[in-house]
């Protein structure tokens, strides 16, 4: 693609470092139409089937911010990358627990809109090279008149198949969103059934418990966490509904029914031992 050629649809594709099975449960607290279908080593991708951002909702780029901060928070250990594009302007955002998202953003015809600082940032969250990635990052962040906003995210997801990433054929940056979900579907991606909030944010104890930090999620810190979690979680839920964010009122849902849940699961739990590992 060069900066001469058409601007974009509007779409967006949530990439998230995990096994489809592990996606599957915290991608159904969104609440929306997903396919989620397998995308390389320990690598899914989730392809929104709605599209809010063209119907007078909210910027595709604040729909999918929310979204893949209430998944990475549901998941706790596993990084969350949304990839967004629109007329004007293209980006990512890259979401890890309970960290503050860091996302880059390119105007439609390639020109740098970001700092140079939450580039490197991605690739220290995402553990990638620090010689040979970093290198191949760089020139995404400075001018290039035969590369454009959708060129860009293209340049980003070939960094990341070095990490494992290999998104199915006819799923990329730049395509419209029937497109893309024909794509998925041909490639046998499975639809996430967004049927109950609350069975899906009743099932997150137990997912947490079973991975690699349930046993420090238990007793003292196990209580600190969930505090946390309302403390940050009331307040974003407020300003998402002030501002009719969609995505960014799950976030703060989640996070609200984590800290409220993760209070309970504490008491319920403490007098249980910790799961065993085979």
Same mark, same amino acid.
């Given at each position: 693609?060069?900066?001469?050629?058409?601007?974009?649809?509007?779409?967006?594709?949530?990439?998230?470092? *995990?096994?489809?099975?592990?996606?599957?449960?915290?991608?159904?607290?969104?609440?929306?139409?997903?396919?989620?279908?397998?995308?390389?080593?320990?690598?899914?991708?989730?392809?929104?089937?709605?599209?809010?951002?063209?119907?007078?909702?909210?910027?595709?780029?604040?729909?999918?911010?929310?979204?893949?901060?209430?998944?990475?928070?549901?998941?706790?250990?596993?990084?969350?990358?949304?990839?967004?594009?629109?007329?004007?302007?293209?980006?990512?955002?890259?979401?890890?627990?309970?960290?503050?998202?860091?996302?880059?953003?390119?105007?439609?015809?390639?020109?740098?809109?970001?700092?140079?600082?939450?580039?490197?940032?991605?690739?220290?969250?995402?553990?990638?090279?620090?010689?040979?990635?970093?290198?191949?990052?760089?020139?995404?962040?400075?001018?290039?008149?035969?590369?454009?906003?959708?060129?860009?995210?293209?340049?980003?997801?070939?960094?990341?198949?070095?990490?494992?990433? *290999?998104?199915?054929?006819?799923?990329?940056?730049?395509?419209?969103?029937?497109?893309?979900?024909?794509?998925?579907?041909?490639?046998?991606?499975?639809?996430?059934?967004?049927?109950?909030?609350?069975?899906?944010?009743?099932?997150?104890?137990?997912?947490?418990?079973?991975?690699?930090?349930?046993?420090?999620?238990?007793?003292?810190?196990?209580?600190?966490?969930?505090?946390?979690?309302?403390?940050?979680?009331?307040?974003?839920?407020?300003?998402?509904?002030?501002?009719?964010?969609?995505?960014?009122?799950?976030?703060?849902?989640?996070?609200?029914?984590?800290?409220?849940?993760?209070?309970?699961?504490?008491?319920?739990?403490?007098?249980?031992?910790?799961?065993?590992?085979?």
């Amino acid at each position: 693609m060069n900066a001469t050629s058409r601007p974009s649809p509007a779409g967006a594709l949530l990439l998230c470092r *995990a096994e489809s099975t592990l996606v599957r449960p915290p991608a159904q607290l969104l609440r929306e139409h997903l396919l989620l279908a397998p995308a390389g080593t320990d690598w899914s991708v989730l392809v929104p089937e709605g599209t809010p951002w063209l119907h007078g909702g909210e910027p595709v780029e604040r729909a999918v911010s929310g979204w893949a901060t209430a998944l990475a928070v549901s998941a706790a250990t596993w990084p969350v990358l949304a990839l967004w594009w629109d007329g004007e302007r293209a980006g990512f955002v890259l979401a890890t627990g309970f960290r503050r998202p860091v996302g880059y953003t390119w105007l439609a015809d390639g020109t740098p809109a970001g700092e140079d600082e939450a580039m490197r940032t991605f690739a220290d969250r995402l553990a990638l090279d620090p010689v040979l990635d970093v290198q191949d990052l760089e020139p995404l962040t400075v001018p290039d008149p035969d590369a454009d906003g959708a060129a860009r995210l293209v340049g980003l997801v070939a960094v990341l198949t070095r990490s494992g990433l *290999a998104l199915p054929p006819g799923i990329g940056p730049g395509e419209d969103t029937d497109r893309l979900r024909s794509a998925a579907l041909a490639r046998g991606a499975e639809h996430v059934e967004g049927s109950g909030r609350r069975d899906a944010v009743r099932a997150v104890p137990d997912i947490v418990e079973h991975s690699p930090l349930g046993p420090c999620l238990r007793g003292p810190r196990a209580r600190a966490l969930a505090a946390a979690q309302l403390a940050a979680g009331l307040p974003l839920l407020l300003w998402a509904l002030r501002r009719r964010s969609g995505g960014w009122a799950t976030a703060g849902t989640v996070l609200v029914a984590h800290g409220t849940l993760g209070l309970a699961h504490d008491r319920l739990r403490a007098g249980r031992p910790a799961p065993t590992r085979a």
